[in-house]
């Protein structure tokens, strides 16, 4: 198995996050005036478990799917499937 491979797509990853990130922080103050309304949703994994919160339905749904697609990721990885 090549380690040095998942590496470099984890650091990728990781980099297209914080850029992400940090475009949408601008853009929403930019953006944003006094009756804006925030809306917030995301995943945490804790090995393939996720925990997904939000106060969005749409934005829990959008975080369901994205925590799918990691889990199925994460067992075919180490199952040795992929890479």
């Known amino acids: 198995m090549q380690y040095g491979k998942i590496i470099s797509i984890g650091f990728?990853?990781?980099l297209?996050?914080?850029v992400?990130?940090?475009?949408?922080t601008f853009l929403s103050l930019l953006k944003g005036d006094e009756t804006s309304r925030?809306?917030?949703g995301g995943v945490i994994?804790?090995?393939?478990?996720?925990?997904?919160?939000g106060n969005s339905k749409?934005?829990?749904l959008i975080s369901i799917a994205g925590a799918?697609?990691?889990?199925i990721?994460?067992?075919?990885i180490a199952r040795g499937e992929v890479i």
């Open 12 to 14: 990728i990853l990781i």
């Open 16 to 18: 297209v996050g914080l």
């Open 20 to 24: 992400i990130t940090i475009s949408g």
């Open 38 to 40: 925030i809306e917030t």
């Open 45 to 53: 994994l804790i090995g393939p478990i996720p925990i997904i919160f």
């Open 58 to 60: 749409h934005l829990i």
């Open 68 to 71: 799918l697609v990691l889990m």
């Open 73 to 76: 990721s994460y067992f075919l």
